[in-house]
């Protein structure tokens, strides 16, 4: 063997290596790409299912933003009726307060009057228990002389 027909050998050699490196290296890039193919679409269906669900949870949430607004609208008479309601007990409070507040100087004045007054009160009553005995006395007499 002469060194073309080497040299030959030795280029189809390395043909030979170099084309089956290539094809599997094709292989392998075709599974990847397979495998990356079949990856985008699981992508893709979960994408689908999460766009799914993310509308359900707006739906969903829309209805209860929608409810919660109609409950508050239903409370919203109730809590003005409560709130007139507290104003009302706040005005008999009130009321009762200065009632109390007039009772109290009122009794505190009729004491007053009563203290100031006690002692023409003890004498109008000396003097009507004086008036009565005299008034008993004369009646006494009077029936002691009708009888002689």
Known sequence: MTWSEISIVSLVAACL???????????????TLRLLGDTVIEVKQQVVHTTEHAENLMKQLGQLTEEVHLQVLALEPSMQSVEKAGKAVGEVASTLRNASRMMNDS?????????????????????????????QRWQAQRSAKSDH
Do not use: P, S
């Open 107 to 135: 009794l505190l004045g009729a004491e007053k009057v009563v203290h100031t007054h006690q002692k023409r009160i003890h004498d109008i009553m000396e003097w009507a228990t004086t008036g009565y005995e005299l008034w």
């Open 17 to 31: 290596v170099l084309i089956v490196f290539t094809v599997r290296m094709f292989i392998t890039a075709t599974r």
